[in-house]
């Protein structure tokens, strides 16, 4: 085939600007310690924030499913494939995170497609905040209700959005619970506050709130004691810290029914395999009694943020397992990784257009399963990297700095 309309153009733009990416083949378990591209290295950059994806635990209750149910699940939820271990794991994730229903999907990228394009449509308004995570906003743009981003966690941005929209049938305000490439936590009970006041609904992506945030893991709503009628449509996944995979929507009786028929990416695809059911069942038992792995991730927290804090790096306000290190430049954030990397440490450059224009970080994420002593290697080698930096370099840093302080 000839050249597609300037298709190899568009990808060399992309190299010369540093944005390009490429797939490193992974050839062990995903786990701090593992094996990329033949290297053995100390990932910080998996969302497996529990150090759950490989439990003993989570993979014998996979392998005895297989036993009983295969491995495909064969069918849609609404013909033949809505197995018993799909049901037992909807049950339990309502009661869980203290909601009358939920309701599973294949993957969280489909949830929220699925649940934004049920919930509004021509004549309604979805409000979005700017930094929400690429599905949601696709979402919102498939909906064909009015598209508004308001500013990242303005509230103020937020409410001018609200009464531009008052002529609106439904209204949904859609928020990150914690914002995916940095780590900050929207101001929920807020959110919570104007929805209610502007007669909108509120539906939160709990991607990396929930087995991370309140005292028993379930999520951002137990952390935020944001009951039902408060925070009516909660949408979680299960391939970030629950260690598997799937996403669901939890609510009442009436929001799950609704998406049940209209969403049309849970109607027109194939469940999980139950297996992965009866996995991620395991591992919500291991996130409510392995209390250890939050406080874990907690102490692990810490000891990074004051290291690099220490190191002079612009750190972002994180106190999520997301910490990111702000860059700005795309170049010396790949850099910075490539640097890491050489000696044995994988942290991911996040560059546009993940991210904004300017604002290229190193996105540093941390695991239940790192030890101190792997968190103190990081702190070294980026200890080590700070100090070969030019002149010119730590000129970008500081403007990046400047960044954090607005
Ligand atoms: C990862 C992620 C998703 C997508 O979930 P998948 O199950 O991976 O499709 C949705 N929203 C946010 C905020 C995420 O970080």
Redesign the pocket.
């Known amino acids: 085939m000839a050249d597609f309309d300037g298709l190899s153009d568009a990808l060399n733009l992309r190299k010369a600007q540093s944005l390009y990416r490429s797939r490193r083949l992974l050839t062990s378990a995903q786990q701090p310690q593992q094996q990329i591209d033949g290297k053995d290295v100390i990932s910080f950059c998996s969302?497996d924030y529990l150090g759950l994806a490989n439990h003993p635990k989570v993979k014998e209750a996979f392998t005895k499913a297989v036993e009983l149910y295969g491995v495909g699940s064969g069918a849609s939820h609404l013909v033949n494939g809505h197995s018993a271990l799909h049901h037992e794991l909807e049950l339990t994730l309502a009661e869980f995170t203290g909601r009358d229903r939920a309701v599973l999907?294949?993957?969280?990228?489909?949830?929220?497609m699925g649940s934004i394009t049920a919930l509004v449509g021509r004549g309604d308004a979805v409000l979005q905040d700017k930094w929400?995570?690429?599905?949601?906003i696709d979402a919102g743009l498939a909906s064909a209700a009015k598209f508004k981003r308001y500013q990242h966690c303005d509230l103020a941005s937020l409410e001018r959005q609200l009464l531009s929209c008052s002529d609106a049938g439904r209204t949904l305000i859609v928020t990150?619970?914690?914002?995916?490439m940095d780590g900050d936590i929207a101001p929920l009970a807020e959110l919570a506050d104007l929805a209610d006041a502007h007669n909108a609904c509120l539906m939160i992506?709990?991607?990396?709130g929930f087995g991370v945030l309140g005292t028993t893991g379930a999520g951002a709503s137990e952390q935020f004691q944001l009951s039902q009628d408060r925070l009516p449509v909660l949408?979680g996944?299960?391939?970030?810290a629950c260690g598997t995979?799937?996403?669901f929507v939890a609510g009442s009786e009436e929001l799950v029914e609704t998406l049940i028929q209209h969403a049309r990416s849970y109607i027109y695809t194939t469940a999980l395999p139950p297996a992965v059911a009866a996995a991620s069942l395991a591992s919500i038992e291991l996130i409510q009694t392995e209390g250890w792995r939050r406080d874990r991730l907690q102490q692990l927290i810490s000891q990074l943020r004051a290291g690099i804090e220490r190191i002079g790096f612009p750190l972002m306000e994180s106190g999520t397992p997301i910490q990111p290190v702000l860059i700005g430049d795309a170049e010396l954030a790949l850099k910075i990784s490539g640097k890491l990397e050489e000696n044995g440490l994988l942290v991911t450059a996040i560059r546009p257009p993940t991210v904004p224009d300017g604002t290229s970080r190193l996105r540093i994420t941390l695991s239940a399963e790192h030890t101190e002593a792997q968190v103190g290697r990081l702190l070294s080698v980026l200890g080590d990297v700070y100090d070969q930096l030019s002149t010119q370099e730590r000129e970008q840093l500081s403007q990046a700095r400047t960044k954090l302080l607005v």
């Open positions: 969302n999907f294949s993957t969280g990228f489909m949830a929220n929400n995570h690429a599905s949601l990150d619970s914690v914002f995916s992506d709990d991607a990396h949408m996944t299960l391939g970030k995979f799937g996403a």
